[in-house]
């Protein structure tokens, strides 16, 4: 299994800056991405920001150029700096652990919301 730990979140004023943090640890497959997804109320869970265990990153096209997602490959440890907030970007943000397989397996930190509004 894999346990993800989360920090940051919060409310920010639109244009305002947010940085989340990830931290992976447990039985950790050496294929794998991990990134942040986000979830608004009943709507499917949608991708944020990946970095893969090969450097390839992948982003959502709404965050690209206001969002940076950077991995610390060592430590399994990902951050997500989200700069340009807009009230669009307000959701439940999720950490996720995938890993390709066989056997296919995702793990899901317990999220923490993002709130942008003036």
């Known amino acids: 299994q894999v346990q993800l730990a989360e920090s940051g979140g919060g409310l920010v004023q639109p244009g305002g800056s947010l940085r989340l943090s990830c931290a992976a640890s447990?039985?950790?497959?050496?294929?794998?991405?991990l990134g942040w997804y986000r979830q608004v109320l009943e709507k499917q869970r949608e991708l944020v920001a990946y970095v893969t265990s090969g450097g390839n990153t992948m982003y959502a096209d709404s965050v690209k150029g206001r969002f940076t997602i950077s991995r610390d490959h060592a430590k399994n440890t990902v951050v997500l700096q989200m700069n340009s907030l807009e009230p669009e970007d307000t959701a439940a943000y999720y950490c996720?652990?995938?890993?390709?397989?066989?056997?296919?397996?995702?793990?899901w930190g317990q999220g923490t919301q993002v709130t942008v509004s003036s």
């Open positions: 447990g039985s950790l497959g050496s294929i794998n991405s």
């Open positions: 996720g652990w995938h890993e390709p397989g066989p056997p296919e397996y995702t793990s």
